[in-house]
């Protein structure tokens, strides 16, 4: 009797429990470097998802044929050529953001996140499974994406999706922008205030000591 797949633990476990930023540190150069807008971190977050559900599908359809010698240069491939596809319709439809995102789409291929879970799941695991994983750690990919470019964009320039949401100073209103928020800097301080306020309401996230302090010993008298 086969055993039964839980889709919807598969689905919605990456997305706070086991989310592949948060928990395992994942993907977090791309995370850094497109969240300056909620534009660029959207289409950032769609181009993942899309290149990491389809390449766990194509790589466990085929994972009974690929040499075990040279699966990563095949998963490498399929990778890099859903990469290409992808990055070529966003300069066709979506040249301005595709010109701020720079050569972070290209660099998917490499994102440890797409590489990781071809390797641990859909080389283990059949395509509807693998493309459900895959799916939910886009989704938790791009959740935290969407909260880091929705807070540096809202406090960096007053927007969100470039329409202005607080009244600037210069306009008449009382907001003047920070425009330490649209540098790397202030994403990585807000990336871990993200991981410590995650952590902190799912406390199994917490990683071990590595190092046990000695026990105090009391001088003798």
């Known amino acids: 009797m086969a055993e039964r797949v839980d889709?919807?633990?598969?689905?919605?476990?990456?997305?706070?429990?086991?989310?592949?930023?948060?928990?395992?540190i994942l993907g977090i150069c791309s995370a850094l470097?497109?969240?300056?807008?909620?534009?660029?971190?959207?289409?950032?977050?769609?181009?993942?998802?899309?290149?990491?559900?389809l390449s766990a599908g194509l790589i466990s359809a085929i994972r009974r044929h690929i040499p075990n010698t040279?699966?990563?240069?095949?998963?490498?491939?399929?990778?890099?050529?859903?990469?290409?596809?992808?990055?070529?319709?966003l300069q066709a439809y979506f040249?301005?953001?595709?010109?701020?995102?720079?050569?972070?789409?290209?660099?998917?291929?490499?994102?440890?996140l797409v590489l990781g879970r071809t390797e641990a799941y859909a080389r283990h695991h059949a395509p509807p499974a693998a493309?459900?994983?895959?799916?939910?750690?886009?989704?938790?990919?791009?959740?935290?994406?969407?909260?880091?470019g929705g807070l540096r964009e809202l406090f960096g320039k007053g927007e969100l999706f470039g329409a202005q949401v607080l009244p600037l100073a210069d306009a008449g209103g009382w907001f003047t922008?920070?425009?330490?928020?649209?540098?790397?800097p202030s994403a990585f301080f807000l990336l871990g205030l993200l991981v410590w306020a995650v952590r902190s309401r799912v406390p199994e996230q917490i990683e071990p000591p590595e190092h046990t302090p000695p026990l105090r010993t009391e001088p003798a008298e």
């Open 131 to 148: 493309m459900v994983d895959a799916f939910g750690n886009g989704l938790g990919y791009s959740l935290v994406l969407l909260v880091i």
């Open 7 to 24: 889709y919807a633990a598969i689905l919605t476990e990456p997305l706070i429990r086991q989310n592949p930023v948060t928990l395992q």
């Open 33 to 53: 470097a497109v969240t300056t807008t909620l534009a660029t971190a959207l289409t950032m977050s769609i181009s993942l998802t899309v290149v990491l559900t």
């Open 177 to 184: 922008p920070l425009s330490l928020m649209l540098l790397a």
């Open 95 to 112: 040249a301005e953001i595709s010109r701020a995102l720079s050569v972070y789409v290209g660099l998917i291929t490499t994102n440890c």
């Open 70 to 89: 040279i699966r990563l240069i095949v998963q490498i491939v399929i990778i890099a050529a859903l990469v290409i596809v992808i990055d070529q319709v």
